[in-house]
């Protein structure tokens, strides 16, 4: 027998109200207990004193039973809205503890049991949990197009068997229909290598971007990491070398979420803790998903630019351009700042954002690929086969291969990392 379990699903303490959840067997005994009702009208909200386990009313609330399966979890659940206070908090905890069958949930525990019943799939509960921890417009419309799409994939392949199935049945009549089935494989096979592609800009969009500034010392990078965060959060000075740690900060450009992160100068020299700097630089670097390259451009040092790599997008920044003798004409992905007056820092922000757009073009997509590519070679196995049993049992291969997800504890638990207690 299932247990009964409880949480608090609202936010932190205090709030004018806190919202309980209880989802298992003794959701509607336990709800009756704390309300002292003898009856509960299923989906009907109605308003209540609440008493502990020595029979004290604590609080008036509203509350609710809904019983199972139509609920979010496919089991009995109780609602129960009391006000958000500490000492409620604390009480309603104890009460529903000490209730038979009834314990504390764990972080996502009601969605775990939503995807054990059967409620809703992996790809969904992926979704929700994007949408849970969305803070951007962007985020959360695509976690709300993945939550409605669900499960791309298994719909697909599920239709293309069904096909199979009637051309089975029905045989040497409806030959035209097997060409009809190739094409779809064909077309299922492009759309996985685009849900791929839009799946990466769609990981961005959910995980933020990571923008890293790097150059020699004293070029100007701090002044520069300054303007972009609006204020002074790095330390400016003008001894070469000083900015020895990386120093970072998150913020939104272009409606999508960055970290912007000053590293250490790029500058060879045997004191080990500059040493050490650079080593970070470069690893940074290579962590990045944009590179700011600064440079000064009153000197001739252009060293920086050859040790960038050359796959992560990077945009060179000519600071200090009030030290130059003539006006430079600028092109491709270079600034010109002078970071210490803000010159250029708009052009900057200008051209971050047009990276960002490539980065998280507006057709990203949130997909779980997990084991898509085992999927793909088995499409790419039945196009090969011209049988219609073995074409069938080769995508029913593919269907499992695909539904293992389903049962990927590993997988699971990854996603259950988006959840928080009461969800
Ligand atoms: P970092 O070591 O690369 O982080 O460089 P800082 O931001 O600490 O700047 C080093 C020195 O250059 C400071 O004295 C700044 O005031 C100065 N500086 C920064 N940007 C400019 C600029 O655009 N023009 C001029 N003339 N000086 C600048």
New binding site residues.
């Given amino acids: 027998r299932m247990s009964t379990i409880f949480a608090l699903s609202s936010g932190s303490l205090p709030a004018a109200l806190a919202i309980f959840r209880l989802s298992g067997p003794m959701s509607k005994g336990t709800l009756m207990r704390i309300t002292k009702k003898k009856e509960l009208l299923p989906r009907y909200m109605f308003y209540s004193k609440i008493y502990d386990c020595t029979g004290q009313v604590f609080d008036s609330a509203m509350a609710a039973y809904l019983p199972g399966p139509s609920t979010f979890t496919g089991e009995d659940t109780a609602e129960v809205f009391v006000h958000g206070s500490v000492a409620v908090v604390d009480r309603m905890t104890e009460t529903l503890s000490s209730l038979p069958g009834m314990r504390h949930a764990t972080a996502g525990e009601f969605t775990k049991r939503a995807l054990l019943n059967g409620k809703i799939s992996v790809h969904e509960m992926n979704a929700l949990g994007a949408l849970l921890q969305s803070t951007t417009p962007r985020q959360m419309e695509q976690a709300n197009r993945a939550l409605k799409q669900g499960d791309w994939l298994h719909k697909s392949i599920t239709r293309l068997r069904c096909k199979l199935a009637i051309v089975a049945d029905f045989g040497e009549d409806v030959t035209s229909n097997i060409d009809e089935v190739r094409r779809e494989l064909e077309a299922l096979l492009i759309e996985i290598k685009e849900k791929r592609r839009k799946g990466l800009a769609g990981e961005r969009v959910r995980k933020g971007v990571k923008i890293v500034l790097v150059?020699?010392?004293?070029?100007?990078?701090?002044?520069?990491?300054?303007r972009l965060c609006g204020f002074d959060r790095?330390i400016?000075?003008?001894v070469?070398?000083?900015?020895r740690d990386s120093l970072e900060i998150s913020r939104i450009i272009g409606g999508i979420n960055v970290t912007i992160e000053?590293t250490a100068?790029i500058h060879y020299s045997n004191n080990p803790v500059e040493k050490d700097g650079i080593k970070r630089s470069m690893q940074k670097m290579n962590e990045a998903d944009v590179i700011v390259a600064?440079v000064d451009a009153s000197r001739e040092d252009r060293e920086i630019l050859h040790i960038i790599p050359s796959h992560i997008p990077h945009i060179v920044v000519f600071?200090?351009?009030?030290?130059m003798d003539k006006k430079p004409s600028i092109e491709g992905s270079q600034v010109y700042?002078?970071?210490?007056?803000s010159?250029g820092c708009e052009s900057l922000e200008k051209k971050l954002e047009e990276t960002l757009m490539e980065l998280c073009p507006p057709y990203a997509e949130l997909t779980l690929t997990a084991g898509v590519s085992e999927v793909e070679k088995l499409i790419e196995e039945c196009l090969s086969h011209n049988d219609i049993g073995l074409m069938n049992e080769i995508l029913q291969m593919a269907s499992e291969v695909w539904g293992r997800a389903d049962t990927n504890e590993q997988l699971i638990s990854d996603i259950m990392k988006n959840f928080c207690i009461g969800k």
């Fill in positions: 150059g020699r010392p004293n070029v100007g990078k701090s002044s520069i990491f300054n790095a400016v000075s003008t070469p070398g000083t900015t000053d100068g600064v600071n200090k351009a009030d030290l700042t002078i970071a210490t007056a010159d």
